[in-house]
């Protein structure tokens, strides 16, 4: 890929050098709910002077202070979930913004009004959400891009000019010099994030809160990037906003500058001022993150009943989970890649629990990519070593009995041979098939 373009500072910042960032103000009054989080202030930024930014891949981030967080919910609407996520937000008064996929839009386009009618940013994520803009063409790009907010844009109906935000993530984070190039062209501003809490795994929502607790204790700020499409998201949601508010964080709303609101001073230095790289903990991010190809394998098959009814009350993903495992080896765990000093965030992979059909091209990603080549690297090393510790316990427990137990007992040895030479098996080769208890509740639901 090309190097990057020069970073172009804000020529409106270079007025505001002595400019700071406002410190977070009293929460705005949250009527019937005095305890709430809320929200702290609006900062508004100008798309065409700042057009990348989070510190997952781009040198600029939000000029954001210490303590202050960016919400932002990728992938909706889903009613069953974004609903539910959109009422827990409304009860912390908390403002946040959504990437939404065209298609979802056209699915449940009052789910694109109820964000605008609750006060939160609207921003696209395409039409229907290829994991492959890394390699596409600007032609292609573009369709993907204009159909996913004429889109939203239909959902929203009169006024849409001014409610939909000029904001945009590119699915799986997977960027490219053309889309960067066409988006800054329209005055589209591309948001990475700069923390994630890999709420599209397959992780409890204890799981999800603790990682973004956790990374956001690291980062002290930032853009934080989550899935309102989510049950586990959803359900971890008011733990992760008490948690904010009892550890002195500040909810900031972001929205764009326009004629009528100009761009909040900031000074230049502020986008550019990020924990990660003043710590020298994470120097610079991969162009293409490579957690992207961590869990390639077969993805599960979208079901249009996953869409579920609209406006219904969230119910427990339970169904969708059993599902979506029984279609696909989900990993249950992620090995760690890159060791345990520096806990990487993983970008949207969200694809891989996608409810409505797409067209998958992860396979054709993964063979470009030499980073799919290393994890299953380590996979192979990694199962090397499990298989000779089996093995040596198994002859352990082999060795005691005597007579016809000398060539059983050496058998474990070889047999750990051709192991070892083998690659390893996926991470969750042992989850491929259907439990026996969701073979059960499939009979029972037949
Ligand atoms: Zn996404």
Known sequence: MAPRPPLALSAVGLFCLACVVAPPGLAEECPGHPGALGTSRTLVVDPREHPRIGTMQYPESLPLADHEVVLTFDDGPLPRNSNKVLEILAEQCVKATFFEIGLMAKASPEGIRKLRDAGHTI???TQDHPLSMNHMSTERAKQEIDAGIASVKAALGDGADTALAPFFRIPGLLRADNVEQYLAAQGIQIWSADLVADDWHHISPSRVYDLAIKRLEANRKGILLLH???????????RILNELKARGYHIVHVVPATADRPATPTDPQQWLSHPRIENGLIAHWPKIPNFVFADLGQLPVPAFSDLGPPDTQPTALAGFDQRAQAAAPWPQQSPPLLGSKVSLPAPDQSLFERPIGFAF????????????????????????KL??????QSQGLNRRPAGRGHRAATRPHHASS??????????????????????QVKKKNA
């Open 418 to 439: 051709e192991v070892a030479a083998r690659p390893a098996p996926p991470a969750a080769a042992g989850h491929r098939g259907p439990s026996k208890r969701l073979v």
């Open 387 to 392: 298989a000779s510790a089996a093995t040596r």
């Open 361 to 384: 091209t992860l396979q054709r990603i993964a063979a470009a990519s030499h980073r799919a080549e290393q994890v299953a690297s380590r996979r192979r090393e990694a199962g090397a």
């Open 123 to 125: 921003g696209t994520h």
């Open 228 to 238: 309102d499409i989510q049950a586990r998201t959803a359900a971890a949601l008011p």
